[in-house]
């Protein structure tokens, strides 16, 4: 079973840069779709942030994040990154990495219900 945990997240200053990274086991990553998502403290469901898809290196960004997002993986190392610059205060949250098998060539999806596998999550709370 694919397992996914985050890193790097903290304590952030508004117009800082943050990085957040994604370690992945147990599975082949250069098959699965991954995802990062975020909870706001008062947030219900969680936010979509960007996504990566396996096949032509294809990439979505959430509107509230577009611009200031970038996702990237390395499947030689197995990790999943993002780096969100200019941080505001409602970047705060808890992030999530997520993950699901996909089929060569299936669009990504941006729906978190679609994701089968997901990280513990890292705090991040940008101060103003």
């Known amino acids: 079973q694919l397992q996914l945990v985050e890193s790097g997240g903290g304590l952030l200053q508004a117009g800082d840069s943050l990085r957040l990274s994604c370690a992945i086991s147990?599975?082949?990553?250069?098959?699965?779709?991954f995802g990062w998502f975020r909870q706001a403290p008062t947030g219900k469901e969680r936010e979509f942030l960007a996504?990566?898809?396996?096949?032509?290196?294809?990439?979505r960004y959430g509107d509230s994040v577009a611009g200031r997002c970038t996702i990237s993986r390395d499947n030689a190392k197995n990790t999943i990154d993002l780096l969100l610059t200019n941080l505001r205060p409602e970047d705060t949250g808890v992030y999530y990495c997520?993950?699901?098998?996909?089929?060569?060539?299936?669009?990504?999806?941006?729906?978190?219900?679609?994701?089968?596998?997901w990280g513990q999550g890292t705090q991040v709370t940008v101060s103003s």
């Open positions: 996504a990566s898809n396996r096949s032509r290196g294809g990439v």
């Open positions: 147990g599975g082949t990553i250069s098959t699965y779709n």
């Open positions: 997520a993950a699901y098998w996909s089929a060569w060539g299936r669009p990504l999806t941006t729906t978190s219900q679609d994701y089968s596998s």
